[in-house]
Nanobody
């Protein structure tokens, strides 16, 4: 069994900062790409940022320069530092991880989501 658990969401004023964390645990052989996605009410789930096991990153244009994704491979944890938050960043943020549970067996795992609300 594998669990992916997010934490760190909350309510913040526009211009403020939040840091999200996501930890994977359980029967893990290795972890590939980890990422953050978000879903606002009535909208589809969109990519925010992803990071490879080697540290290569990619960001949605809307968050470039404001958000930073990082990971600690020893802790199976990925982070999302969000600065200069805007009301349009309000959404449920989901963590995703590509996890190898046994040699050559990969699956995609989602966390339960954490709410981020930015007030104007």
């Amino acid at each position: 069994q594998v669990q992916v658990v997010e934490s760190g969401g909350g309510l913040v004023q526009a211009g403020g900062s939040l840091r999200l964390s996501c930890a994977a645990s359980g029967s893990i052989f290795s972890i590939g790409v980890m990422g953050w996605y978000r879903q606002a009410p009535g909208k589809q789930r969109d990519l925010v940022a992803i990071i490879t096991s080697g540290g290569m990153t990619n960001y949605a244009d809307s968050v470039k320069g404001r958000f930073t994704i990082s990971r600690d491979n020893a802790k199976n944890t990925v982070y999302l530092q969000m600065n200069n938050l805007k009301p349009e960043d309000t959404a449920v943020y989901y963590c995703n991880a590509a996890i190898e549970t046994m040699r050559y067996t990969w699956n995609s795992y989602w966390g339960q989501g954490t709410q981020v609300t930015v007030s104007s």
